[in-house]
Nanobody, 124 residues
Framework: QVQLVESGGGLVQPGGSLRLSCAAS????????IAWFRQAPGKEREGVSC????????YYIDSVKGRFTISRDNAKNTVYLQMNSLKPEDTAVYYC?????????????????WGQGTLVTVSS
């Protein structure tokens, strides 16, 4: 069974940090494009950061550049999103997703495997 499970969300004050994890089973993440998406209340889902398939090049949307870092541990089959200097506008449900298409990153389309999401709330 193919499954992605996110964890690490929670409540944090502005300026704080969180590290999200995305653990995979049933697939080898290194063989997929991997992305983190988020969806804030009342807004459309947006891609935040991604790895292209078979590459270690990373991509970020402008609003998180310099604050967020995507990484992966192939031995643990896990992808991470380190989020620093968090802002209230980063509040959202964060999802990880995997795609077998080489085109999916950084256009953030055609991701076929999704996690259940983890809530990040940035508030004082």
């Amino acid at each position: 069974q193919v499954q992605l499970v996110e964890s690490g969300g929670g409540l944090v004050q502005p300026g704080g940090s969180l590290r999200l994890s995305c653990a995979a089973s049933g697939i080898t993440l290194n063989n997929y494009a991997i992305a983190w998406f988020r969806q804030a209340p009342g807004k459309e889902r947006e891609g935040v950061s991604c790895f292209r398939r078979f590459e270690r090049i990373t991509y970020y949307i402008d609003s998180v550049k310099g604050r967020f870092t995507i990484s992966r541990d192939n031995a643990k089959n896990t992808v991470y999103l380190q989020m620093n200097s968090l802002k209230p506008e980063d509040t959202a449900v964060y999802y990880c997703a995997a795609s077998s298409s080489v085109r999916s990153c950084p256009i953030y389309r055609d991701f076929e495997v999704w996690g259940q999401g983890t809530l990040v709330t940035v508030s004082s």
